[in-house]
């Protein structure tokens, strides 16, 4: 649609058959439209578990037959879904959630910065904080690039430490892997990378 350019970023609609619904991903919550949560899929199409894995099936398929998808998207009001993270990737630090891909969107609108990654890292008093991976152009400061940051997210959202990198790691696909990127920081923690 011509007239609305961010259809494009946009999955669609879900197709006849299909429901969706967007919750929070503790409590199975219907989340109101427009914000971010877990996507859940319900069809007659759905698999219905996996072979020889119980536990992974209980994890993934609700009693009343939602497929958790483990990813984090928004509806609109017209039902156009807008997928936006992994669960597994999103960063809570006190209590609030971060998704990397808009911070990473902010980062790299700065003139200097050509690449950006954003991961979460242990913290003693907020449980993780936002941390970035950025490939820069020239010499940055990370406060200068922290700053940027703060006038373009909440500051919840922003980093709170940069790192500077040649490259970031990508698999075959070109997809940034962000497992490991987290797995110095993470290693001999509890949470899982």
């Known amino acids: 649609d011509a007239a609305r350019p ?3 970023l946009s999955a669609g609609k879900s197709v006849l058959g299909t429901e969706i619904r967007i919750v929070d991903p503790e409590t199975g919550a219907e989340i109101p439209v427009a914000e971010p949560g877990e996507i859940w899929v319900r069809s007659n199409q759905n698999m219905s578990g996996y072979l ?3 536990e992974a099936t209980a994890e993934t398929i609700t009693a009343d037959d939602w497929v ?3 990813d984090v998207g928004r509806l609109d009001a017209e039902g ?3 997928i936006e993270d992994r ?3 999103m960063i809570i630090t006190g209590g ?3 998704y990397g891909p808009e911070v990473e969107s902010a980062l790299i609108e700065h003139p200097d910065i050509a690449d950006a990654a954003v991961i979460g890292v242990p913290d003693d008093f907020w449980g993780e904080s936002v941390k970035a991976i950025v490939v820069a152009t020239t010499e940055l400061d990370p406060a200068d690039v922290i700053e ?3 006038q373009h997210l909440a500051g919840y959202k922003c980093p709170r430490t940069v790192d500077f990198v040649e490259s970031l ?3 075959a696909s070109g997809k940034i892997l962000k497992t490991e990127l987290r797995e110095p920081y993470w290693r001999d923690r509890s949470r899982g990378i």
Do not use: A, M
């Open 80 to 82: 156009y879904v807008y």
């Open 68 to 70: 958790r998808t483990g």
């Open 148 to 150: 940027f940051c703060r």
């Open 87 to 89: 669960l597994k990737d």
């Open 52 to 54: 020889n894995r119980p």
């Open 6 to 8: 961010e259809l494009q």
């Open 96 to 98: 609030e959630n971060v």
């Open 169 to 171: 790691p990508r698999n």
